[in-house]
């Protein structure tokens, strides 16, 4: 996560453990063989809130 950050690629103000537990939630909430849609457009909403957006 340092490295995107640093790299402009994700948000700074993330905390690992925020995603960490983002992942156990997908996991949780869709982790059997007949949700892995559902998993990944959970997926893809996180990955959405981690990426980098210029302000204004």
């Given at each position: ?21 983002g ?34």
């Open positions: 996560m340092a490295a995107g950050a640093a790299a402009g690629t994700i948000r700074s103000d993330v905390e690992p453990g925020d995603v960490l537990a992942l156990s939630g997908v996991s949780l909430a869709a982790g059997g063989r007949e949700q892995r849609d559902q998993a990944r457009r959970l997926l893809d909403l996180l990955m959405d809130g981690l990426r980098y957006r210029r302000p204004g």
